[in-house]
């Protein structure tokens, strides 16, 4: 079987089990495990097969024209270069992971089969974007993957959080699609094409009119699909959807697919020097203000929402600086370890009964109750934080070299205005990760007070899913010289300089965060001494402060998801002494302006939604009160006149025959009288 068939068959095997799954979910449920993972898991093996194959070598380009347009033809093609076929593999992985996950994680649940033939609808839609050699093609994969997100955020509908999640991650992700949508047939016009090896050919002759424009309208789209600023809101809502989506939009799906587009397509943007310094403005922002307010938030897996952000910042750094094998290494290294967080965050969510870091921090022995869970999220953390040998390591360290070597003057793509912005900022971005997940840490595995409960072991479905990507959680960056071949031929090895800076600042944020905790838990403590001891025969147990349970703890910070209240067992009892944060101290008094990410919220909803809002209840005033009224005043002259026509309609025969006489006696009499006028004339 030829590369391009294996290539098809890819994203077609998830969209047959989607497909299967919505027809047999409800008829035959006994078939609705199986359809999820294995044509995940099929796929996935295809798409190991196809990388194998290509090889890092030529791509390999095929195309079929779809239908005739009179214009601008649309094609069914693929273009499989290294860099599609890794993605492709990281996506086939993670999708692979997340069904198999869920089928423990989700299990109780009456509605997990739409939930599983959507997720494998959006691995299908992901493939789809990675493969396709032409952009309308891979539009249709990018809206599908929207409507999927909707959806899949939505799955606890009955709650209003998980209602307005799902629609704000629509209305946000739209919002920059209609400008992406014009700026790809704008693209499509002066190139002739919608094939990418045809618009790179234009590029490369120097034949885009509007090189700057295009860019920047292609920007607005990839800042709502990816989830930079000023279009990331929408992400940390959307942790009210059940946490193995989360994995899944955030780690290899949806918010990879902006910067995998301008990876395919950076040619286009770099014929824009100035599009690469709003990138790279875009990114510096997006990767500080993410990793400030992800030191605020209490609610686990908004935490690591925020972290998606931040990461994300340093792939669209690295496409600001010139430099797409440094930001799709980082894709792929991202992608592993992240989605090993979210689904690690969702065994310590079922064991500890919250999503509150706050009410964990008041447990003592979680790590125990969970050592899978524990040691999975300790390996991904470090690499998250980018401390050597594990992964995150070396693909940051990749994106603060291309940084670095544009910042020196030596990119013939990029300004050095742009490597300086992304320098500075990753550095920064660095401290901040590893202050973050180190607080993350030591609030959730380093309690004190009431004993986690224990409630056995987790499923294997869940613990052997959060080993098996430890694996490339630890060693994917040792890859980066092996695989140099699938990206371009880039040398991906750290420098001395960036390895210095980097570590450096990662080491001083994690001494720094742990220092500030052991500071915060001893005036906890005496706090705790301070306080009035309760009276009664439960003071013996629990002293110093009253108990309530975790799930009330955790409402304090709003941080509970409808999937809490699925846990079958019963809230551990804790204390409501104060919690020892770090990040209070760290972050001072612009800590509860970070809580609420910086309040960029309530800046749309007054600059815009209110707005908005106002001017649709004037249209309604004047829809009802003046065009309704002449619609009312149309339809009232006739019913006036039919009222008097139907008083004369009495029924008197005497009446009628009166009627007539008398207009009879009033047509002669105006007869006469004009033929005497006339006569007289």
Not at 1 to 21: C, D, E, I, K
Not at 160 to 166: D, K, L, P, Q, T
Not at 539 to 554: L, M, Y
């Amino acid at each position: 079987m030829s590369t391009p068939t294996l290539a098809v068959l890819v994203p077609l095997l998830p969209f047959l089990g989607a497909l299967a799954g919505l027809l047999l979910g409800r008829t035959a449920p006994g078939f609705v495990k199986p359809l999820a993972v294995l044509p995940t898991l099929a796929a996935g093996v295809l798409a190991v097969l196809v990388a194998f194959r290509q090889g890092g070598g030529k791509a390999i380009d095929t195309a079929t024209e779809l239908t005739p347009t009179g214009s601008v033809p649309i094609e069914l093609s693929l273009h499989l270069d290294g860099f599609a076929v890794m993605v492709a593999v990281l996506v086939g992985l993670v999708a692979t992971c997340v069904q198999i996950y869920s089928t423990a994680y989700l299990r109780e649940d009456p509605r997990y089969p739409s939930y599983a033939a959507l997720v494998s609808l959006f691995t299908s839609a992901m493939l789809l974007v990675v493969y396709s050699g032409d952009l309308m093609v891979l539009l249709v994969g990018w809206e599908i993957m929207g409507i999927c997100s909707y959806f899949l955020v939505g799955h606890y509908w009955e709650t209003e959080a998980a209602r307005s999640a799902s629609l704000k991650a629509f209305l946000v992700t739209k919002l920059g699609d209609v400008p992406f949508l014009i700026g790809l047939f704008a693209l499509a016009t002066d190139a002739g094409s919608f094939r990418i090896t045809k618009i790179l050919g234009t590029v490369a002759a120097g034949g885009l009119d509007h090189p700057t424009l295009i860019a920047l309208l292609l920007l607005a789209g990839v800042a709502g699909k990816s989830a930079q600023f000023p279009l990331h809101t929408w992400l940390p809502d959307a942790m009210a959807g059940p946490t193995p989506v989360s994995a899944l939009i955030h780690a290899a799906t949806m918010v990879a697919a902006g910067v995998y587009f301008v990876a395919r397509l950076l040619p286009v943007f770099a014929a824009s020097r100035a599009a690469l310094v709003v990138l790279a403005v875009m990114a510096a922002v997006t990767m500080v203000g993410s990793a400030l307010a992800a030191l605020a938030q209490d609610d686990i897996k908004r935490v690591l929402a925020y972290s998606t952000i931040g990461q994300l910042g340093y792939m669209t750094g690295a496409l600001a600086v010139g430099d797409r094998a440094a930001a799709v290494f980082h894709l792929l290294s991202h992608g592993a370890f992240k989605a090993l967080l979210f689904l690690g965050a969702g065994v310590i969510i079922h064991a500890a009964g919250t999503n509150s870091l706050a009410a964990m921090s008041r447990m003592d022995g979680l790590a125990k109750r969970i050592p899978d869970a524990f040691w999975t999220m300790t390996i991904a953390l470090l690499a998250l934080a980018a401390f050597p040998p594990f992964a995150g390591f070396f693909s940051k360290e990749a994106v603060l070299v291309a940084a670095e070597h544009t910042a020196g003057g030596h990119s013939e793509l990029a300004p050095s205005a742009a490597g300086w912005v992304v320098l500075v900022a990753g550095v920064l971005t660095a401290l901040l990760t590893a202050a973050y997940a180190t607080r993350l840490w030591l609030m959730a595995f380093r309690g004190r007070g009431a004993a986690a409960p224990d409630h056995g072991k987790e499923p294997v479905a869940m613990t052997g899913v959060l080993w098996l990507l430890a694996v490339p959680s630890v060693g994917f960056g040792l890859l980066a010289g092996p695989l140099s071949d699938f990206f371009d031929g880039r040398e991906l090895t750290p420098s001395l300089t960036t390895s210095v800076l980097g570590t450096g600042a990662a080491a001083v944020g994690a001494v720094l965060t742990y220092a500030l905790w052991q500071r915060a838990r001893a005036q906890a403590a005496t706090q705790v001494q301070a306080a009035p001891a309760p009276s009664g025969a439960g003071s013996a147990k629990v002293p110093a402060t009253a108990a309530v349970p975790a799930s009330v703890a955790a409402a304090e910070s709003a941080a509970e998801s409808p999937e809490v209240a699925e846990v079958t067992h019963d809230h551990p009892v804790v204390s409501t002494a104060p919690a020892a944060d770090p990040g209070r101290a760290l972050l001072g008094p612009l800590h509860r302006h970070a809580a609420v990410g910086f309040h960029l919220d309530a800046v749309y909803d007054r600059l815009f939604v209110r707005p908005v809002r106002a001017a649709a209840a004037l249209v309604r005033f004047l829809d009802r009160e003046v065009v309704d009224s002449y619609v009312r005043g149309a339809g009232l002259g006739p019913r006036l006149l039919g009222g008097l026509v139907r008083r004369a309609q009495t029924g008197n025969v005497q009446s009628y025959l009166s009627a007539l006489l008398a207009g009879a006696v009033v047509l002669a009499i105006a007869t006469a009288v004009l033929a005497n006028v006339n006569a007289g004339s």
